[in-house]
T-cell receptor, first 114, second 109 residues
Framework: IAGITQAPTSQILAAGRRMTLRCTQD?????MYWYRQDLGLGLRLIHY???????GKGEVPDGYSVSRANTDDFPLTLASAVPSQTSVYFC?????????????FGEGSRLTVL | GQNIDQPTEMTATEGAIVQINCTYQ??????LFWYQQHAGEAPTFLSY??LDGLEEKGRFSSFLSRSKGYSYLLLKELQMKDSASYLC??????????WGAGTKLIIKP
């Protein structure tokens, strides 16, 4: 089934550790996004990529980095995790950059930083 | 600043109709989205409005008034499976999506 796959689905991590959340899509979408979702807040954009080879900062980029080596993969890295990064992380893609298209979301990665 | 307001929680009865409102103040406007998110799952697309008026799609309809900075999602013939959070999001002048915190809809038998 076509879509977006995220891994891991859940992870408990010690503060200070490095962590990479993986995201792969097989829809050949140009644009990909990483969001975090926290209780009582709307989805907040961390980083995005309009096409392979390019990335941009969203609303809350500090402490996170991304890469887009090819169309399908868009990993999110926490270089040194902190408790405030405890959240549910969603990867999403769309078939048009500039956000004019519908977003397709992965199932989410629940990260707990202790 | 940019702001999307929607009620935190609503309760409705199975078989009834419910209207979920969304008001926005953003720097520019390039469209408004509604997404549905069941607990523990990913958001899924429901509707997109860029022009004023009502868009109907089965039991769900979405309305937009750009002059009032206002939208609503109308759900008819409510079913238990409609229990979910409903997220309103606006595309601003920079084509960035601004998300509301979501409205949790509880359906009672």
């Amino acid at each position: 089934i076509a879509g977006i796959t995220q891994a891991p689905t859940s992870q408990i991590l010690a503060a200070g550790r490095r962590m990479t959340l993986r995201c792969t899509q097989d829809m050949r979408h140009n644009a990909m996004y990483w969001y975090r979702q926290d209780l009582g807040l709307g989805l907040r954009l961390i980083h995005y990529s309009n096409t392979a080879g390019t990335t941009g900062k969203g609303e809350v980029p500090d402490g996170y980095s991304v890469s887009r080596a090819n169309t399908d993969d868009f990993p999110l890295t926490l270089a040194s995790a902190v408790p405030s990064q405890t959240s549910v992380y969603f990867c999403a893609s769309s078939d048009s950059s500039g956000n004019t298209g519908e977003l397709f979301f992965g199932e989410g990665s629940r990260l707990t930083v202790l | 600043g940019q702001n999307i307001d929607q009620p935190t929680e609503m309760t409705a009865t199975e078989g009834a109709i419910v209207q979920i409102n969304c008001t926005y103040q953003t720097s520019g406007f390039n469209g408004l989205f509604w997404y549905q998110q069941h607990a523990g799952e990913a958001p899924t697309f429901l509707s997109y409005n860029v022009l004023d008026g009502l868009e109907e799609k089965g039991r769900f309809s979405s309305f937009l008034s750009r002059s009032k900075g206002y939208s609503y999602l109308l759900l008819k013939e409510l079913q238990m499976k409609d229990s979910a959070s409903y997220l309103c999001a606006v595309l601003d002048s920079n084509y960035q999506l601004i998300w509301g915190a979501g409205t949790k809809l509880i359906i009672k038998p």
